[in-house]
């Protein structure tokens, strides 16, 4: 029935009435009618279609109201962010009708707004985005606990009873879940579910988002049950089936602190010159068996999650840092992809099959890049200094033919946050992006395009990482800007190959804001996500590609895994087997990309409190940077250790004007100008760890 409606609805020209429906469906009995009423009220309740004051139905697609996902400012106003459309929609704050940050709503769109923005109002919350808040609990002399929210853009007094408190004492950081709302206030009821810490105790902050992203620090019971019962080491039994690389020079490179390690490499010449590369990856679908408890578990967190002073697994400890994690001098299950290439970096053949491995040496980038980059071999690195300059060698070759078909390498910098044991940070530098973090990057996405590939060409569901093509409007608007900067940037818009915006990133190499443009080129892109459709891989410039090369961090990988497990080595490829793949891919994809969304914004939210803490250290300090960004608000400058604040217009000696086209801000008396790119030295007036903030103060531009 629900289909049906669809189908009338989508391919009527107007509005239909239930009479109207029932016509066109047919529909003669009762039952039939009493269904139609049905449906339609619970296509109604999830918004899939839109019932008028007339009595009238349409699908929402073809209506004049929005399904989307509200942002909200600390201001109280907000923005919709609809899919498939380019522009949000804004929402003042008389306009909210309840929602809050995240939630997901009906909007219907009222008016355009100056240069075309448009307005709406909030009709309908159609779902929480959050059941559980997290905040700091302060009793009153009553006894009732009341929550200072974390995240100020949620507008929402919450009281707590006291005997829903848990024992919760003044200054703990609490889990609260909603309860009711008291009356016609804009007060709830709620429940503390649970106690995160003390807000003064060490690591109680990074907590506190954790909590809010809701990733699990512990494991279940029936996960750890199920990990009792695993193997601490490889036995002969396991062997059988698999291709025997324990002779083979294989070693893996990784950063310094690095425990769980799921990938390995190996090279040789062969006799007619070509290289062989051994991609090695850790068969974790081995061990977290379909279904069970471990594979539940890692199918909700999705991804592990990594912090400045910890990390999240995926996996448990025993598995991640032990059984899976492709540890020196001990045997390791895995699964092998062996590629063979020419000189001009062409793969000439392959293989992919189970095998058993040895790591040699466990390497890290800073001694591989010391040997690459200086030629200075430290310890115990001499046997392998040959292996190391022929990937190297090999690597070089990968990536001039990745540029060569329009692989884009955006540069874009990383901050590292140093802290100390009690979680503090004391430094914050860059991230070192050297030749063994490029050759590791050139080796995965190899090994990630050939599993992709292989699969893709046998027709079976398979997960795919996609990146589309970027809105042509979006690009037109950048070179826009651009040219107000003066700098005249040519490139094929028509075709949006990936190789313009290769040509666009080149003519930009040399001026002095290039780091600054090529991010806001960056957010002209779209976001890559796991799809079950091949659609291709823009920022690779990749018909076809994967992520086979890191299952004990990511689900999709360890998804990717057990295909390769189904089709290739039990050789399940019947009509049972696609059906169930095709249903079940749809869901771990869409999840496993959400859950990606979440750890991203969990690790920046992080990195901007532990920025913003580090900062308050340094208020009436002196910095130098570079103009970010500008906005009707202010504008950010980012220092060079890409710790960014914000100057508040409200605190500039002048009435600026606001040029939203060239993006500038131009003083009314004093014609002083600033624009994006510009160097200045600022001050440091305020910051925030709890709101996240640091705010500068301009002492004099950059001659």
Known sequence: MRDDIINVLRNSDKALDIFELQDMLDLTTSNEMEELINTLREMEDEVIIYHSNKDKFMMIEDSHLKKGIIHVNQKGFGFVDVDNMDEDIF???????????????????????????????????????????????????????????????VKLEIEIPKEKAMNAVDGHKVVVQLEKKKNNSGRYEGKVVDIIGHINDPGVDILSIIYKYNFNVDFPEEVKKEVSFLPSNVNEAEL????????????????????????????????????????HIADVSYYVREGS???????????????????????????????????????????????????????????????????????????VNSILEKDKVPEGYQEYVNDLKLMAELSEILRDAKKRRGYIDFDIDEAKILVDKDCVPT???????????????????????????????????????????????????????????????????????????????????DKPEYKILSSLLLRCMQKAVYRPENLGHYGLASDCYTHFTSPIRRYPDTTVHRLLRTYLFKGKVDMQTVDKWEQKLVYITEHSSERERASVDCEREVEDMKMAEYMEKHIGEQFEGMISSITSFGMFVELDNL?????????????????????????????????????VVVKVVRASKQEQTIDFEIVRKVK
């Open 91 to 153: 929402i003042s704050p008389d306009n909210m009708n309840g929602a809050i940050h995240d939630d997901l709503v009906l909007v219907e769109v009222t008016s355009k707004m100056n240069l075309s923005r448009l307005e709406g109002r909030i009709l309908r919350i159609i779902k929480r985005k959050n059941e559980r808040y997290i905040g700091l609990i302060n009793f009153d002399n009553k006894g009732v606990g009341h929550i200072t929210l974390d995240d100020s853009r």
């Open 240 to 279: 059988e089936g698999r291709r025997d690389l324990r002779k083979e020079t294989i070693f893996t490179i990784d950063g310094d602190d690095t425990k769980d390690i799921d990938d390995a490499i190996s090279i040789k010449i062969l006799p007619n010159g070509r290289y062989q590369l051994g991609v």
């Open 293 to 367: 408890a471990l594979d539940n578990e890692a199918m909700d967190r999705g991804t592990s999650v990594y912090l400045v002073d910890r990390v999240i697994p995926m996996l448990p400890h025993e598995l991640s840092n032990g059984i899976c994690s492709l540890n020196p001098n001990v045997d390791r299950l895995a699964i092998s992809c062996v590629m063979t290439f020419d000189s001009a970096g062409k793969q000439l053949d392959y293989e992919i099959f189970q095998s058993v491995i040895r790591s040699r040496i466990q390497m890290t980038y800073k001694n």
């Open 427 to 509: 430094e914050i530098v860059l991230r070192d992006r050297g030749t063994g973090e490029k050759l590791i990057e050139d080796f995965m996405i190899a090994a990630n395009e050939c599993v992709a590939n292989h699969i893709y060409f046998m027709n079976l569901p398979f997960v795919y990482r996609v990146h589309e093509y970027p809105k042509e409007e979006k690009i037109r608007s950048f070179l826009g800007f651009v040219s107000g900067l003066g700098y005249h940037i040519t490139g094929d818009l028509s075709n949006l190959r990936p190789t313009t915006i290769q040509g666009i990133l080149k003519q930009l190499e």
């Open 643 to 679: 710790i960014e604040g914000l100057v508040p217009l409200k605190d500039l000696p002048d009435f600026f004007h606001f040029d939203e086209e060239h993006l500038t801000l131009t003083g009314e008396k004093t014609g002083v100008k600033y624009s994006i790119g510009e160097r």
